[in-house]
């Protein structure tokens, strides 16, 4: 199994940014998918999460200004971020899951027990 995010890159404060992440190597559509972020000296939170049904949740800090969706034709997830402020400057990480479990701390309600991640892909939100 190969998970691969693409999109991060440098961006001033109000700007936007459209991360992707291209699942490979299991079936997309059977799978909880999840964006997940950390930022230097900070611990993994959980952003965004896209149940296999199709459900959508956020964590607070991004709710409004970023958009999940899934493309299970082709086996890709992506975030849209708009809005986009110096605190969400992080590395981005794409999970899936076959499970999904309440998520708790950060209003992100739902998230997968994550079974892959893939490498991250740096997104700078300059002042």
């Known amino acids: 199994v190969q998970v691969v995010e693409s999109g991060g890159g440098l961006v001033q404060a109000g700007g936007s940014l459209r991360l992707s992440c291209t699942a490979s190597?299991?079936?997309?559509?059977?799978?909880?998918m999840a964006w997940f972020r950390q930022a230097p000296g900070k611990e993994r939170e959980g952003v965004s999460s896209s149940s296999w049904r199709g459900g959508a949740y956020y964590a607070n800090s991004v709710k409004g200004r970023f958009t999940i969706s899934r493309d299970n034709a082709k086996n890709t997830l992506y975030l849209q971020m708009n809005s986009l402020k110096p605190e969400d400057t992080a590395m981005y990480y794409c999970?899936?899951?076959?499970?999904?479990?309440?998520?708790?701390?950060?209003?992100?309600?739902?998230?997968?027990?994550?079974?892959?991640w893939g490498q991250g892909t740096q997104v700078t939100v300059s002042s």
């Open positions: 190597g299991l079936t997309f559509s059977d799978y909880h």
């Open positions: 999970a899936a899951g076959r499970s999904l479990k309440r998520a708790t701390g950060n209003g992100l309600v739902y998230a997968p027990e994550v079974d892959y």
